[in-house]
């Protein structure tokens, strides 16, 4: 800890639907509303407390499998789980979790180690910027911004 605050948090990445994921995809995966919710981070209000990160902060989510800059997202008192942070499935999430399936055809998408940390001066990437970084555009037009 530096001036009382915690360089990093060693945490646990679960991933999941959220009611504004799921809505916000109605009006387009490139949508405002989407990116909101799925470039979250959900945090314990005493783990945000003691890396100095408020609501909407830039945060550094890192797995072995990926590391991304998603904003913070100080979860309601009673819904609380210290040491755990939450990604809404998405783009960003599934950067996070390993491809690997172990034959069920589904990732392991909850309970991955996950270190945070306060990424002050970092943006989010728009989810067309993060599609464009690990997939490249497959043809000219592809990926482009909803407007």
Do not use: N
């Amino acid at each position: 800890m530096e001036g009382g605050k915690a360089k990093y948090l060693e945490a646990f990445l679960v991933t999941g639907r959220s009611i504004y994921q799921g809505t916000g995809k109605e009006s387009g995966k490139t949508s405002r509303d989407y990116l909101e919710e799925v470039c979250s981070c959900f945090m314990d209000p005493e783990d945000a407390k003691a890396l100095g990160v408020r609501e909407g902060d830039p945060v550094r989510v890192t797995t072995e499998f990926g590391s991304l800059v998603l904003r913070a997202r100080i979860v309601e008192e009673e819904r609380r789980q210290k040491g755990i942070i939450f990604v809404p499935y998405g783009p960003y999430a599934s950067m996070l979790v390993s491809h690997e399936t172990h034959s069920t055809g589904m990732p392991s998408l909850k309970g991955l180690k996950a270190k945070v940390e306060p990424a002050p001066g970092e943006e989010p990437m728009s989810v067309v910027e993060l599609l464009r970084r690990f997939y490249g555009p497959k043809e000219p037009g592809a990926f482009e911004e909803a407007r």
